[in-house]
């Protein structure tokens, strides 16, 4: 089946430091994957998607390249603001389906 | 960009009551909607596809008599959480994806979080 596995939070960053969440997933075929972010008190919203291999997706400062040798797509961003804490979660959709399979979410905490 | 909103977003109840839970997309229609269901610190797990105009579609596992689902129109959805006990307490969510985007794109709801005492 499909799974996806996200870096345990909270993690807790200096505003302008460098950010990496790892995902990793497990799927057949060739799934789509995505970034979506939940901001205190609201909905998830879209950050990035990748739909093929090597695809690299950005929005905001944040990039994620859809690895495939790897099962990977993390999520980086070069220098973080304390407007970005948040829950962040890594999601795919397989070929074929219509429902999303989420990682547990990973919080980030930025401090001035 | 597509808005979804969820009423309430909060609810606390009595053990063995029932709760409705609103989802409608305000400015797009949607004839496909999915609840979501998310405990602390654990992934949104897929409860349910509501169907605009049929029977909705329960994954394994949730039992459909408890968690009623109906789908009135093409902005609206309803998961009523049929005689409540403590362990139905958790966050629930909604989504629905915008038409013309496929199901590439989903908006989610806010979330509603319900407490059963």
């Known amino acids: 089946g499909n799974s996806v596995t996200q870096m345990e939070g909270p993690v807790t960053l200096s505003e302008e430091a460098f950010l990496t969440i790892n995902c990793t997933y497990t799927?057949?075929?060739?799934?789509?994957l995505f970034w979506y972010v939940q901001y205190p008190g609201e909905g998830l919203q879209l950050l990035l998607k990748?739909?093929?291999?090597?695809d690299k997706g950005s929005n905001k400062g944040f990039e994620a390249t859809y690895r495939k040798e790897t099962t990977s797509f993390h999520l980086e961003k070069g220098s973080v603001q304390v407007s970005d804490s948040a829950v962040y979660f890594c999601a795919l959709l397989n070929s074929g389906y219509s429902t999303l399979t989420f990682g547990k979410g990973t919080m980030l905490l930025v401090s001035p | 960009g597509a808005v979804v909103s969820q009423h309430p977003s909060w609810v606390i109840c009595k053990s063995g009551t029932s709760v409705k839970i609103e989802c409608r997309s305000l400015d797009f229609q949607a004839t496909t909607m999915f609840w979501y269901r998310q405990f602390p610190k654990q992934s949104l797990m897929l409860m349910a596809t509501s169907n605009e105009g049929s029977k909705a579609t329960y994954e394994q596992g949730v039992e459909k008599d408890k968690f009623l689902i109906n789908h009135a129109s093409l902005t609206l959805s309803t998961l009523t959480v049929t005689s409540a006990h403590p362990e139905d307490s958790s966050f629930y969510i909604c989504?629905?994806?915008?038409?013309?985007?496929?199901?590439?794109?989903?908006?989610f709801g806010p979330g509603t979080r319900l407490t059963v005492l």
């Open positions: 990748a739909t093929k291999a090597d």
């Open positions: 799927a057949t075929g060739y799934p789509s």
């Open positions: 989504s629905a994806p915008s038409t013309g985007t496929g199901y590439n794109e989903q908006f």
